[in-house]
Structure formats: C-alpha cells, structure tokens
C-alpha cells in the first residue's frame, strides 16, 4: 500500500515563495512518474505538474510555467514543488500523485493511482 504525505503548504503573501515535500512509502518511487494537482474552491482537481521517473523529464500547466519547478530525490522518496512569484490565483489544496498507470508524453495526466491528504496553499494580494 502506498502513502503519500505532504508537507510545506500555508500562508504566503503575493509574489513570495513556498517549497511543497511529498514522502512517500509502500513503493520504490524510482518506479513511477510523479507529480502534482491543485483543487482551489469550487473547482476541480487539476493538473500542476509532473516528473519522470528518475526527474530527466517534466511537464506544467501553462499557469505555473516559470515559477513552479517540480523535481524528486529518489533516495529520499520525497518530491518536491518549488513555487516562486505566487500569486492569489495559486490558492488551492495541493496534492501530491503518484501515476502507475498514465504513459509519459506530451499530454498531462488527467488522474493518478495514489494521493496525498493534501495541504492547503493560500496566497494574500
């Protein structure tokens, strides 16, 4: 069984920085793409970034280009989201996946085969 366990989120201004820590376990993550999705209020779940398997590939959504940067130490069985230049539209809970199933390309995944609890990212203007 694999759990997933985020930490990092909380309260930032406009333009500040936060770095999100997934650690994982029940799996060896060298074995899987991993990545991150947001849910803000009222909206659904959604694709943030991804990363391959041993981090020689990632993917973004349009939104976070530039300012986010995904990237995993699988000694540590932890992935990371460095988020830079945050802005209030960022305020979401973020989640960690892990994706057994999706094939790495061009396109995001939709769904993953695990996730996190989730932590809350909020962004004040």
């Known amino acids: 069984q694999v759990q997933l366990v985020e930490s990092g989120g909380g309260l930032v201004q406009t333009g500040g920085s936060l770095r999100l820590s997934c650690v994982a376990s029940g799996r060896t993550l060298s074995e899987y793409a991993m990545g991150w999705f947001r849910q803000a209020p009222g909206e659904e779940r959604a694709f943030v970034a991804a990363i391959s398997r041993h981090g020689g590939a990632t993917l973004y959504t349009d939104a976070v280009k530039g300012r986010f940067t995904v990237s995993r130490d699988n000694a540590k069985n932890t992935l990371y989201l460095q988020m830079d230049n945050l802005k209030p539209d960022d305020t979401a809970v973020y989640y960690c996946?892990?994706?057994?199933?999706?094939?790495?390309?061009?396109?995001?995944?939709?769904?993953?085969?695990?996730w996190g609890q989730g932590t809350q990212v909020t962004v004040s203007s």
């Open positions: 996946a892990l994706f057994a199933k999706w094939m790495w390309g061009s396109t995001p995944p939709t769904e993953a085969d695990y």
